[in-house]
């Protein structure tokens, strides 16, 4: 028998540490070679760990949300016969000492019966142990629905109290936050959810990357003195065009507002070009760049990521809907590159029908603007003196005011409306 331990590899460039955001083995588990052992996140991506080697996992190096170093050792594994050292680990016999430097820390529960067992040192806490051979196994119940669903829809479900064995899932066999919609109104006239019913109180660990949005929104909103201007847009001849354009689609994809705003975003922008700009405060210099890299804020399971259309100014209408979905589905699923997620230019936000009367979105630092559309509403306005029923829509748009004037984001956003109140000027060279 040898114990292999397994050392975190370089996952990117200039990355010094990466968090534990979910570990996918336990000690006594057996794995296979190549098999997922613990998801990592960096500043730039999430990456899946996998095994190089096969055994049974005996120490793991922390607990979730912990951060470990680039080259620490990030399990142990014990394997059939001797290994050979590899890039991704060093080959230890069974009983050989496990130093505090190595990253590995055993917990004060059981960390007696471990120096005895392998005739080590004892070192700080939270290392989880090779189970003692006498040791009794704690059964833990398993929850009785194995339908497939996101944490979230869980977390809900839970809060609701719904069984989701009871709810009937999509085609795929996952279910989501509609079909727990669908399950209530259909038991609503049953009695199925008692009024007034209080949750238990809960804490929850900030990590992963609910912890990275936390910390790039504080580090926004302290370094950037932000200001939002909104403007009202009707775009009742562009929801018209929109229409048509659909109704004569073919194969192609459905088109939302969000293409059609992005054509106009990117067409007003040579003309301002300080809103299509990144500002490293600290070098004091302001990057105005050429082509428009544009982050979508994207809300996933797992929180808010920014996917980036790249070079979004030299895509048509279809082009910018294949990407939109490509991008979403990429991020929502977990997928999405790290070259995917990172070297945006300037930002959209959008919520969809929730879109709200108007926003004060916070800016996608180290870009300087970030802009908000919100959602689209019929109501009645005055055109030659008669009350006509219109489609209008807000548009938010928040700048950094060290870089950007309050004239400037008018004037840009002013230049957006004449172009979405005006549709064909999209099409127009």
Not at 239 to 268: F, H, Q, S, W, Y
Not at 276 to 283: G, I, L, P, S
Not at 287 to 294: F, I, P, Q, S
Not at 412 to 420: D, E, I, M, T
């Amino acid at each position: 028998m040898a114990r292999f331990e397994f050392r975190l590899p370089d996952i990117g460039e200039g990355i010094a540490e990466a968090e534990i955001v979910a570990w996918h083995v336990k000690v006594g588990d057996t794995v296979a070679e190549d098999q997922g052992v613990a998801d990592m996140m960096t500043d730039k991506a999430t990456v899946e760990m996998e095994s190089p080697v096969a055994g049974t996992v005996v120490a793991l190096a922390g607990n979730e949300g912990d951060m470990i170093p680039i080259g620490s050792t990030l399990l142990v594994i014990e394997t059939e016969g001797e290994i050979e050292s590899e890039q991704l680990g060093t080959p230890a016999k069974a009983g050989a000492q496990i130093t505090p430097e190595d990253g590995l820390l055993p917990s004060q529960e059981h960390k007696g019966e471990v120096a005895e067992e392998q005739h080590m040192p004892a070192a700080p806490a939270h290392f989880i142990p090779e189970p003692h051979p006498e040791a009794v196994e704690i059964k833990v119940p398993q929850p009785t629905s194995q339908a497939l669903a996101s944490p979230a829809v869980r977390a809900r479900a839970k809060e609701l109290g719904i069984d989701l064995s009871q709810v009937k899932a999509r085609e795929d066999g996952r279910i989501r936050h509609s079909d727990l919609d669908a399950f209530l109104s259909y038991s609503a006239g049953q009695g199925y959810r008692p009024a007034g019913v209080t949750r238990a109180d809960e804490d929850i660990k900030v990590i992963g990357m609910r912890r990275r949005i936390a910390e790039n929104m504080a580090a926004s909103k302290r370094h950037i003195p932000h200001f939002t201007y909104v403007e009202e847009i009707d775009v009742t001849q562009l929801e018209d065009m929109r229409a048509d354009l659909n109704a004569n689609r073919g194969a192609r994809p459905k088109l939302t507002l969000l293409p059609l705003l992005i054509v106009a975003i990117c067409k007003a922008l040579p003309d301002f070009p300080m809103i299509n700009a990144r500002f490293d405060d600290e070098a004091g210099v302001v990057t105005r760049h050429g082509a428009v890299h544009l982050g979508m804020a994207t809300q996933t399971d797992a929180g808010l990521m920014v996917p980036v259309i790249r070079n979004a100014q030299s895509m048509n209408v279809w082009q910018l809907a294949s990407e939109i979905v490509r991008l979403a589905e990429a991020a929502r699923s977990g997928k999405a590159k790290s070259e995917e997620l990172s070297g945006s230019t300037l930002t959209v936000t959008s919520l969809g029908p929730l879109g709200g009367i108007a926003t004060t979105p916070v800016i996608n630092r180290p870009e300087v603007a970030i802009i908000g559309p919100n959602r689209v509403i019929e109501r009645p306005v005055i055109r030659n003196g008669e009350i006509v029923a219109a489609k209008l829509m807000n548009l938010s748009i928040s700048c950094d005011h060290r870089v950007v004037d309050g004239w400037d984001a008018a004037s840009y956003v002013q230049a957006v409306r004449k172009l979405l109140e005006t549709p064909v000027l999209l099409f127009a060279d």
